[in-house]
């Protein structure tokens, strides 16, 4: 197996030569993560492998492997391999831990495309496009803009408009994953040994489009529902896809619960008539604190918007922008420090004994 193909570069030849590791090393990408036990994949074929627990005793949660890593890897074929060491990242998404005490994991690295996927439909939605914007570029990947289900709108060109608008400089393709129209255009973006992930909400088409590059069905898709434009929730399965024209496709259920997708969701129904009186604020980038003409806080005067309703509107909002800030790698590294920290302290907890 040639890791190249993997996805190899460089980037991390460079890294893994001036670690100057023991001989035995080799290098790995991890390719599926499991409960107890990851699959990593290397020159001399696959792996299911482990952290080595010495290397990993004082890592942060954040240096933990995670899909998509390229690790150092003390390679044992016929048993379990060791991962010794994970390689610095050059893109990442996190996550928020349930536990509030503890820091955020990784659910995914090393990508070099965020697909931003929103179809053609009823479900085209231009304010949760700038959210999972803001996420990708802050992952340190490069976005792309796929609208999906080009066939089935008569408002192609509005929607690209909107678009490009929104998104000034990011590319943007509309494609028909059922019958092939416009993946060529998508396919010469991409080049061999290059990775992406796909963004967007349940239903819009990832997983055709996954199909679709490949050229064979990869991933499970689902029926839509007639009634509200969205399809259900299929993708389960956790993994690396090697597509036959030498592109790597990340899929995560974590990556639908970045936070983003979701709450975004949420906040723009549970709080649609605030979203509705908010069009009306003199500024398209009203904070609906004082600005003038803020139609917010005219409606909060004139009691026609609840105070408690409002409140918690801001509050949701601070969330959401806490997580997009969440996903910003140079800002993680900052954070450190901070991590360090706290899993040291959840380390200090004394353990019962048995
Ligand atoms: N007409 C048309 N239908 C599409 C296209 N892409 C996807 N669909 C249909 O839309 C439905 C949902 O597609 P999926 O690929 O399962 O969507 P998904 O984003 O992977 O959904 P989750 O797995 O729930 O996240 C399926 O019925 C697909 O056949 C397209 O380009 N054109
Ligand atoms: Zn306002």
């Known amino acids: 197996m040639n890791l190249k193909e993997y996805g190899y570069n460089d980037f991390f030849a460079a890294q893994f030569a001036e670690l100057e590791l023991p001989e035995q090393l080799i290098p790995g990408r991890v390719t599926a993560v499991f409960k107890h036990v990851m699959r990593v994949v290397s020159a001399d074929g696959e792996h299911l492998a482990k952290t080595k627990s010495s290397s990993f005793r004082d890592a942060l949660r954040t240096d933990w492997p995670a899909i998509g890593d390229f690790v150092a890897l003390e390679s044992h074929p016929s048993d379990t391999s060791l991962i010794h060491k994970v390689l610095e990242r050059k893109s990442i998404f996190l996550r928020d831990d349930p536990d509030p005490d503890m820091p955020p994991q990784v659910v995914a690295a090393n990508f070099d495309y965020c697909f931003l996927v929103n ?21 340190g990947a490069n976005p792309v803009i796929v609208l999906t289900k080009a066939d089935l709108s008569d408002k192609l060109s509005y929607y690209m408009d909107q678009l490009n608008a929104a998104a000034f400089g990011v590319p943007v393709f509309a494609v028909d994953s059922i019958s092939g129209t416009g993946l060529d255009e998508l396919r010469s973006l991409l080049s061999p040994g290059e990775t992406i992930v796909l963004l967007g909400s349940s239903g819009v088409g990832k997983s055709s489009l996954v199909n679709a590059l490949a050229g064979e069905e990869r991933m499970k898709t689902s029926g839509i529902r ?36 979701n709450a975004a969701a949420g906040l723009e129904e549970t709080f649609q008539d605030i979203e509705e009186i908010a069009q009306q604020c003199r500024f398209g980038d009203c904070s609906h604190h004082n600005e003038p003409g803020c139609a917010v806080q005219d409606a909060l005067e004139n009691g026609t918007l609840a105070r408690k309703h409002y409140a918690n509107w801001e509050k949701l909002r601070k969330e959401l922008a806490y997580n997009e800030r969440k996903n910003n790698i140079l800002l993680m590294r900052q954070d450190k420090q901070q991590w360090k920290a706290i899993s ?6 004394p353990k019962k004994k048995v």
């Open 226 to 261: 007639e009634d509200d434009a969205r399809g259900r929730h299929t993708t389960t399965h956790r993994e690396m896809h090697l597509l036959p024209s030498g592109i790597i496709v990340i899929d995560t259920p974590g990556m639908r619960g970045l936070g983003i997708g």
């Open 119 to 139: 179809s053609a439909n009823d479900d085209f939605n231009i304010n949760r496009l700038e959210r999972y914007l803001t996420v990708a570029w802050n992952s």
């Open 344 to 349: 040291k302290q959840h380390r200090a907890k």
